[in-house]
Every structure is written in structure tokens, then in C-alpha cells.
């Protein structure tokens, strides 16, 4: 089903196969038992999105965003939307409006698997000042992306960035984990 809407939808979705649990692993490394807010951009299939409910604490909070409503749909046939998860159907360059709505000022983690390669830089640039807004001083940006072309952008964004490499995905991926 990923792969079919995937296909379709490659202009956005950036990928035909979902992340690897090794990938997986690594987006969602710095989820403990603390109470966090956690924001996911691109829910996907939900691999990710599954994993982080899995380690959050109770009383943690996930936001979720899919553009993609057949996607959306799919995820939220599997995941167990709850208080304190929401999946919404909508484009994550309009999470700031949906976070002030409910009243929500820092974001501990951001977990995104948007296709970073396939935006335009104006779009990042303004999505990411976004994220830098209202990111926790001691909170983290992750990002994976299938190659190095937005490395710069990020570092011209935060104050650092650590870089890792997954070769065990398909196709194998970098992770960015940003701190302001
Ligand atoms: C590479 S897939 C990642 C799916 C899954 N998280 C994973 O890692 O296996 C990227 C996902 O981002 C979604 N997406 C693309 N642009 C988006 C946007 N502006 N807002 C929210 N989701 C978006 C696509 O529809 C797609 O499901």
C-alpha cells in the first residue's frame, strides 16, 4: 500500500519503500521516559510514528502530520489515535498554526522524513525557522535524508548538527540531529 501511494505520489512522498527498523531505530533514539512533546512530519505508513508510541512516556504528546489523505487514512486505520496523539491531515509547513491552536509553545523533538531533496529552499528555509521557533532550548530536530544535498542548509540553521549513516535501509540514509 506505501508502495503503490508512494509511486503515485513520488513528488512528495520521496521514497518508495518504507524506512528500515534500523532507520527507524535511529530517528527515534532520543525518545525516553520523559514527558515530552514530540512533533513527526511525514507519518507515512506509520513505521515511525508506530515506534514512537511505542517508547514515549504516557503522558508525552505526539502530533503527527501526513499530506497525503490516503496515507493519512491508512495510518490512522493502524494507529491508536488518542489524547494525547493526534494525526492530522495536513501539510507540515502549517504545524506552527495547529500547535497554537492547542496552545502548545515548545516542542521537545521533531522527527521529520519529509522529502527535503525534492523542496525548494525557500520552503525549508521558512519551515525550519518554524522549527527553530518553537524548538525546546535542549530539544533536537532529526531529519533523514537519502543524500547530503541539504547538509549546508542545516547547518546554516542550527548550531549543530551531527551526522550518522543508516546503510542498512533502502536506499541507505543520513541522519541530521539539530540542536539551536
Ligand atoms: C519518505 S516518506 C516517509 C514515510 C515514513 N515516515 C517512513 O520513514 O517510512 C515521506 C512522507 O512525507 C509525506 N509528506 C510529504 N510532504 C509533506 C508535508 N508537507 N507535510 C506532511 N507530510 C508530507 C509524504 O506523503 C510521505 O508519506
Not at 524506512?19 to 515530552?36: A, C, P, Q
Not at 522524513?113 to 522549527?131: C, F, M, R, T, Y
Not at 551531527?162 to 540542536?179: G, I, Q
Request: positive net charge; contains cysteine; glycine residues 4%.
Amino acid at each position: 500500500m506505501f508502495s503503490i501511494e508512494a509511486i503515485k505520489n513520488l513528488r512528495n512522498s520521496g521514497s518508495v519503500v518504507p524506512s528500515s527498523r534500523f532507520l527507524v531505530n535511529k530517528m527515534t533514539r532520543s525518545i525516553n521516559g520523559e514527558d515530552h512533546v514530540i512533533v513527526e512530519f511525514g507519518t507515512g505508513n506509520g513505521k515511525i510514528t508506530k515506534n514512537i508510541l511505542q517508547k514515549k512516556s504516557l503522558r508525552s504528546r505526539l502530533i503527527s502530520f501526513e499530506l497525503n489523505p490516503t496515507m493519512y487514512e491508512k495510518a490512522q486505520s493502524k494507529l491508536p489515535v488518542d489524547g494525547r496523539f493526534w494525526l492530522v491531515n495536513g501539510s507540515a509547513f502549517s504545524f506552527d498554526q495547529y500547535l497554537e491552536q492547542r496552545q502548545i509553545q515548545k516542542v521537545d523533538q521533531f522527527i521529520s522524513s519529509l522529502p527535503l531533496s525534492l523542496l525548494n529552499e525557500n520552503d525549508i528555509d521558512n519551515l525550519l525557522a518554524k522549527v527553530k521557533a518553537h524548538l525546546h532550548p535542549q530539544g533536537v530536530f532529526i531529519q533523514y535524508q537519502y543524500s547530503l544535498d541539504k547538509y549546508e542548509l542545516l547547518k546554516s540553521h542550527f548550531k549543530e548538527v551531527k551526522l550518522s549513516f543508516t546503510p542498512l535501509n533502502f536506499p541507505p540514509a543520513f541522519v541530521y540531529r539539530c540542536s539551536i
